[in-house]
């Protein structure tokens, strides 16, 4: 039998040869134990960056101003309108004025022509003086209707010429009764904002003692 010449022996693996063993990394060696990450530190109140007080305080001063310019809005809306309603009233009224004065004229017409008929003696003319004076009546309503109202000053009352207009006058020995209404001849007439018509009125005048 021949001899087995033995197999060489295998040289020892470099050593450079070997597979590096990696180094642990240093977070993980911040691990813990159950195997989470750890949480980071929280940071100190003032080293976020954001001031929370400054920006509400400037929330708060815009709502400020907003209120401000929303009030003085509401304030200039509330004026035009105003201003449009009284404008509107006054074109309205211009566009009146015209039949207000025909319907015045109408009732001064049927008055005279009631105070013409009284002395009228026939059997009839007590109807004509009651139809007279409901026309009268009548168109008086409509007047007022449109914001018109007669007024007459009382007997004593003082003439005022910014509503009174002197039609005659009559004579008295008082001087205290010098400038007194003591009759009105025509009744006037005004509106809300002016007078359509000065009351015709007669006044005493003082002439001297006697």
Same mark, same amino acid.
């Given at each position: 039998m021949g001899s087995v010449e033995p197999?060489?022996? @295998? @040289?020892?693996?470099?050593?450079?040869?070997t597979p590096d063993t990696p180094e642990p990394d240093a977070a993980m060696e911040e691990v813990s134990d159950d195997g989470t990450p750890p949480m980071p530190d929280a940071a100190e109140p003032g080293q976020t960056g954001i001031d929370?007080?400054?920006?509400?305080?400037?929330?708060?001063?815009e709502l400020v101003g907003l209120h401000t310019q929303s009030r003085f809005l509401n304030e200039v809306i509330d004026k035009l309108h105003t201003e449009n309603e009284r404008l509107r009233r006054n074109e309205s009224q211009k566009l009146l004025e015209p039949m207000i004065r025909d319907l015045i004229k109408l009732v001064d017409?049927?008055?005279?022509?009631g105070s013409a008929m009284r002395d +009228?003696?026939?059997?009839?003319s007590a109807?004509? +003086?009651?139809?007279c004076g409901e026309i009268v009546e009548d168109v008086t309503m409509v007047l007022d209707r449109q914001g +018109?109202?007669?007024f007459a000053p009382p007997h004593g009352n003082a003439f005022d010429r910014h509503v009174h207009r002197a039609a005659g006058t009559r004579p008295t020995q008082d001087s205290a009764l010098d400038g007194v209404v003591c009759e009105v001849r025509?009744?006037?007439?005004r509106s809300t904002d002016k007078t359509l018509r000065f009351a015709e009125v007669t006044v005493l005048k003082f002439t001297?003692?006697?």
């Open positions: 197999e060489p022996a @295998s @040289s020892p693996q470099s050593t450079s040869d929370i007080g400054s920006i509400l305080q400037d929330i708060n001063t017409d049927w008055r005279s022509r +009228v003696t026939e059997a009839d109807d004509l +003086v009651r139809l +018109v109202a007669e025509r009744p006037g007439y001297g003692e006697s």
